[in-house]
């Protein structure tokens, strides 16, 4: 089954390179659904669903925070693992972020080895 992956950021070479990684690490027959901002991901969950969110926290519109807690508050997308990739992922930040009910946390920039390991970390949370 191919695994659907939706990539919120409102820089396109983000979202760019979040899918090249994404690619590289194993994903490459995954479907992408890019978007701009947390309001347009949601709307792409209520239309379908998804296997895993890549999120930035700053964006306009709607940010990852305001995104996240109302993803997690429903029941139907609460299961949904989330990974936020972003330039304010000090340690206080990481945790904030872990409380809003993200999955795993990547500070800017990115490699493939630090996306690898939270998809690895991801597929064991899934396993327990």
Do not use: C, W
């Amino acid at each position: 089954m191919t695994k659907r992956i939706l990539i919120a950021d409102d820089s396109v070479a983000a979202r760019m390179i979040i899918k090249q990684y994404l690619q590289i690490v194993g994903l490459h027959e995954a479907e992408f659904v890019e978007v701009n901002h947390g309001g347009q991901a949601l709307e792409q969950l209520k239309e379908s669903s998804f296997d895993l969110i890549v999120t930035d926290m700053n964006m306009p519109v709607m940010d990852g925070r305001t995104f996240i807690r109302r993803l997690k508050a429903s029941p139907r997308l609460n299961q949904i693992p989330v990974i936020i990739i972003s330039s304010a992922a000090n340690k206080d930040n990481q945790e904030a972020f872990m409380k809003y009910g993200a999955n795993y946390v990547i500070s800017k920039p990115i490699s493939p080895n630090v996306l690898n390991e939270a998809i690895q970390a991801i597929s064991k949370q899934e396993e327990s």
